[in-house]
């Protein structure tokens, strides 16, 4: 089994931070690709932000100079630092991840969801 559980998210002023987490644990063989991705109400979800194994990151074009990604391979964490926050950021974040379990199985996973809400 593969869980993985975000934490960070919360209610902010516009012009705040945040800081977003997700935990990877289970039968992981080797973790790849890593992101956030984010869906407002009645909107679709989208990439926020993705890294590779070597830390190789991508933005949307929306985040890019406030947001960033990064992760922790031996701890199998991913993080979203998220500065100078605006209202139109208010969404549902995601944690989703690319993997290898220990059968050599290669698959997807995304996490539950946090809430993050910027007041103007």
């Known amino acids: 089994q593969v869980q993985l559980v975000e934490s960070g998210g919360g209610l902010v002023q516009a012009g705040g931070s945040l800081r977003l987490s997700c935990a990877v644990s289970?039968?992981?063989?080797?973790?790849?690709?890593m992101g956030w991705y984010r869906q407002a109400p009645g909107k679709q979800r989208d990439l926020v932000a993705h890294i590779t194994t070597g830390g190789s990151t991508n933005y949307s074009d929306s985040v890019k100079g406030r947001f960033t990604i990064s992760r922790d391979n031996a701890k199998k964490m991913v993080y979203l630092q998220m500065n100078s926050l605006k209202p139109e950021d208010t969404a549902v974040y995601y944690c989703?991840?690319?993997?290898?379990?220990?059968?050599?199985?290669?698959?997807?996973?995304w996490g539950q969801g946090t809430q993050v809400t910027v007041s103007s």
């Open positions: 989703n991840v690319d993997l290898i379990t220990w059968w050599n199985v290669q698959d997807n996973y």
């Open positions: 289970g039968n992981i063989l080797r973790i790849n690709l």
